[in-house]
């Protein structure tokens, strides 16, 4: 894939507080979420990509061009939808949404004509001359998801976009997100902290902890770092179950199921083995992939031994 973001060495700090420890990374198309923890550094980066701060250290490319140097040119063709809501209540959607489309420098029609037709995209044709201020928090977000989208940028940054949604709302606006990408060929990048909501609609995830990427890539790929098996049997699951444990495999029995631990090539040979002394029938024996919350806890581990490494938590001190 190609990279529609490029980052080296990234360090920001803010006062006494860094920020962003070394991040490097390459954010390819699609949708990307950028997933952490609150203070984990997402929306610093986010403002790096926007050419608002310069970093400290590093380098950062979007869409082949500095933003720290070429911040106009790379605003113009990002759109950017805010954590929080700065909307003035009293104006209309449509006019809002328009005029934004001017800043990005549309011409006065062009811009007339693409804020209808963002409001349409995003849901809100029928509700577009409504004042911002009498819509529900959902109505709004879906404007700010429309004022980015108005000026056809290349690149869609999403800060927490489902911020304050209900779960009927927060499944509305991913979809929205999945159709912009699929149906616009618009890349995105999500950040959240919800590990739900970034495996349910992104291509690939940078994860970040303590202002440093601690995992990156696309989903199918970090989800293959799962270890064992999944074991489907016709039967007598807990009998094949205490035999494997026998073996010191760790196993855990759902039913009819079972989740074998350790090293996919010693548990399957032992799973066969068991299975036919024992005269077990075999459904389904499979590699058990990684979830998300797999990955991602694998990382904060990581993360957090490292920060205890002799040396480390002194250097990281000194620096702040």
């Not at 006019?95 to 990005?104: I, M, S, Y």
């Not at 940054?157 to 949604?165: F, M, Q, R, S, V």
Request: net charge negative; charged share 25%; aromatic share 2%.
């Amino acid at each position: 894939m190609s990279a529609v973001v490029r980052a080296s060495g990234l360090v920001k700090r803010w006062g006494d507080t860094t920020a962003l420890a070394g991040v490097s990374v390459e954010v390819g198309t699609g949708v990307t979420g950028l997933l952490g923890a609150n203070g984990a550094g997402k929306t610093t980066l986010l403002g790096l990509v926007l050419g608002l701060h310069r970093p400290d250290e590093g380098s950062i490319e979007v869409l082949g061009l500095d933003p720290a140097t070429a911040g106009p040119q790379v605003r113009e063709r990002l759109g950017y939808v805010p954590e929080h809501e700065a909307l003035t209540p009293d104006v209309r959607a449509f006019d809002l949404v328009r005029h934004l489309a001017e800043v990005h420098g549309l011409p006065s029609r062009e811009a007339t004509g693409r804020a209808s037709d963002a409001l349409w995209l995003v849901g809100l044709g029928e509700e577009r001359q409504r004042p911002v201020g009498t819509m529900s928090t959902g109505q709004r977000q879906r404007v700010k998801l429309a004022a980015a989208l108005a000026h056809d940028p290349a690149l869609l940054l999403l800060d927490e976009p489902t911020n304050g949604l209900d779960p009927v709302q927060r499944d509305e606006m991913l979809g929205l997100v999945r159709r912009v990408s699929a149906e616009l060929g618009i890349d995105v990048v999500l950040s959240s902290h919800l590990l739900e909501e970034v495996e349910r609609t992104c291509d690939a995830t940078v994860i970040l902890a303590e202002g440093r990427v601690v995992a990156s890539g696309s989903l199918a790929a970090l989800r293959a770092g799962g270890t064992g098996l999944v074991v489907e049997v016709d039967g007598r699951a807990e009998l094949l179950a205490t035999h494997l444990r026998r073996t010191d495999l760790g196993v855990e029995v759902d039913g009819l199921r079972l989740v074998v631990e350790g090293p996919p090539e010693a548990g399957a040979d032992a799973v066969r083995d068991a299975a036919a002394a024992h005269r077990v029938g075999l459904r389904r024996v499979q590699a058990r992939t990684a979830t998300l919350e797999d990955v991602f806890l694998a990382a904060e581990r990581s993360c957090v031994a490292e920060s205890h490494l002799p040396g480390l938590t002194d250097a990281r001190t000194e620096e702040r």
